[in-house]
DNA sequence: CTGTTAGCGCCTTCAG
DNA sequence: CTGAAGGCGCTAACAG
């Protein structure tokens, strides 16, 4: 069969280096077969074989290559995919957390990327999840672009789980937070405590949260018959520095707002920062001993130092480490659970509100 | 062959139900070799084939398998595994985005694991992760237990880069920041601004940035010919309320300190929380008109809102995204440059004062 | 209780 | 330029 002299099969180094099941069997002498029944738990194994395959895999630092065993018809790859906007934001860094802790729960893994709000990074994306096989998906849609690649049909199957955002005509699982109500009761609040113009920071109405938490604003507006100040809405801020000037634009004009509604956390740290800012101007300013009137701050999103905000804040509070492991939870249970086929569920988590 | 009539090649749904090269070939009317190739984007293929394997992996929605690519030898796996303590850290999930930024910029995709500073859940997460075949590994190391799961034989040539922090007795390739000069110069302004009493508010020592946080503090003092007042020294503060609790304690003390250093972000944000309340207190106690004493303290790690902070706030400013981005870069060195052979690496991050 | 056979999806090697 | 054969590591199904 071989020109090798020896007749011994000879066990020579392959390429990657890692040690197989033939290699754990050579060592144990046994067969294949046997290594895979005890590694996979199998309780019909003589207790001396067991020992002898559990010595050789220990000897040898045997790892069981999970991409094989994907290959095997009906077995899962155990991975699922996240794809965030930005996991540079806290808040989305909680929400991985969530997911991650759920799917370690299941004995899943997680494959994660930033799609940067781009729609073609995250069709990139999700076509390598799908090459690797992932179960399932998690994404925070960026909502710009045509959605097809996240459609169920070209999904073929792997559910998918939108966070925080939906996407317009794809009907999937879907977790958000109660934008609109949190939207609406702090402005109401605003408005209850007697304010009339009242700013708005946000983003840009194609980010489905901004749209919701606008629509929570005008809405409170509109219940409380008070125009909305079309001169203070200042939509499209999607970092801190866009949100600080466009504070500041608002602060300097001829007739300012008495109170600002801040969609989320990016922009209400940057109003603060503007308020601050155009406060120390007036200190130096002005030296008539008058404070200046305090402006009234209420944001979408807490973060840790809301409470210690050098602004009086009140925020609309919610949780982004379990909106994230709703969302995984709601995937598992597609995929484990008995629910693979009820139709698509939306979830709204709700807020509360901190003064 | 088959009892099946129909003569002509049979298409049975698979159960996976996703496409194979097999699938896309007979709809090309081509050999799965030419799908291969053509995904492969090999030169020599007939322009007109080549377009009917496009139009067929479009029709079918076809992802090549990735896990099933990677079992040929010399294939790789095209993924890395990253390790984190804490991903809802803000610090962590900068060092992510670095990490994940030059993944992506290197066609490498990141499964993440949270090790919750449990050295028994590191193990497995780095024993999955080498299952499932991950090209390196990216590790913030718990630092307790025995760390055999790291050393370099038990990785079998895959290479390891820590992050962060070091493991004693473990030689890989490793980026920290300098913590022993951040701790130390911040300390020595402190004591050059005539501080003689400073509390330290830091991690227990069995966590590696606690420890050499510590001894930049040790230092600054022995170079000042000061002694380090141990009664303010707090150590095994791991989150934000019992670093609350540990200054709530120092500033009750009958000799209180008159400045902080905190050795990490979690205890600055605590010490700040407890000083605020302290200083409550006492505006609600005594009505004497004598403000009480500012506190004077300095931070090791920066955070968003540093500067805004309601007590003064020096901070030991480094970058998180960066440290992510090197430690990647040092692991693609290994493995796509020249450097596979070089000798373990330790890079030191330089960090910035700011006042 | 244990071993043999075969094939998951892909691509390198070799023929045509 | 294209196709056929074989094997990567693993484990169901089927002997023994």
Do not use: C
């Not at 969530?98 to 990074?121: F, K, M, Q, T, Y």
């Not at 710009?144 to 794809?170: K, N």
């Not at 940057?270 to 007036?282: D, L, P």
């Not at 709703?326 to 939306?346: K, Q, S």
């Amino acid at each position: 069969m071989s020109a090798i002299p020896d007749g011994q099969a000879e066990r020579r180094p392959r390429a990657s280096g890692a040690p197989t099941v033939q290699d754990v069997a050579v060592q144990a002498n046994v067969s294949p077969m046997t290594v895979s029944r005890v590694l996979s738990g199998a309780k019909h194994v003589r207790p001396e074989l067991r020992e002898r395959v559990e010595r050789a895999v220990a000897e040898l630092g045997y790892h069981r290559n999970e991409n094989a065993r994907s290959l095997r018809p009906g077995q899962q790859s155990g991975l699922v995919g996240v794809t965030i906007t930005n996991i540079a934001n806290p808040y989305y860094a909680g929400l991985q957390r969530g997911i991650e802790e759920v799917a370690a729960r299941h004995g899943r893994r997680i494959l994660v990327g930033n799609s940067n709000e781009d729609p073609v990074l995250e069709r990139q994306l999700v076509a390598d999840f799908l090459g690797r096989r992932v179960e399932g998906l998690i994404v925070v849609p960026s909502g710009i672009g045509e959605p097809d690649h996240l459609q169920p049909a070209a999904l073929r199957g792997v559910p998918l789980v939108f966070a925080s955002r939906a996407v317009d005509g794809v009907a999937v699982d879907t977790v958000l937070v109660d934008d609109v109500t949190g939207a609406f009761e702090a402005t109401s609040t605003l408005l209850r405590e007697g304010h009339r113009r009242i700013a708005f920071l946000g983003n840009r109405l194609s980010v489905f949260t901004g749209r919701r938490r606008f629509r929570g604003f005008r809405q409170a507006h509109q219940s409380a018959r008070v125009a909305v100040v079309e001169d203070l809405v200042r939509l499209g801020q999607q970092d801190v520095e866009s949100a600080q000037q466009a504070m500041a634009e608002v602060l300097e004009l001829a007739d300012p707002p008495t109170a600002v509604f801040s969609a989320n956390n990016r922009n209400t740290v940057g109003a603060i920062r503007a308020i601050v800012a155009a406060q120390r101007q007036q200190a130096w300013t002005r030296s008539d001993g008058v404070p200046p009137p305090q402006m009234r701050l209420y944001g979408f999103d807490s973060f840790e130092f809301a409470d210690l905000s050098p602004v009086p804040l009140s925020v609309v509070d919610h949780d982004a480490v379990e909106l994230g492991r709703r969302a995984a939870e709601m995937l598992f249970e597609r995929l484990d659970g008995t629910g693979a086929n009820l139709p698509p569920r939306v979830v709204e988590l709700p807020v509360s509100l901190r003064a």
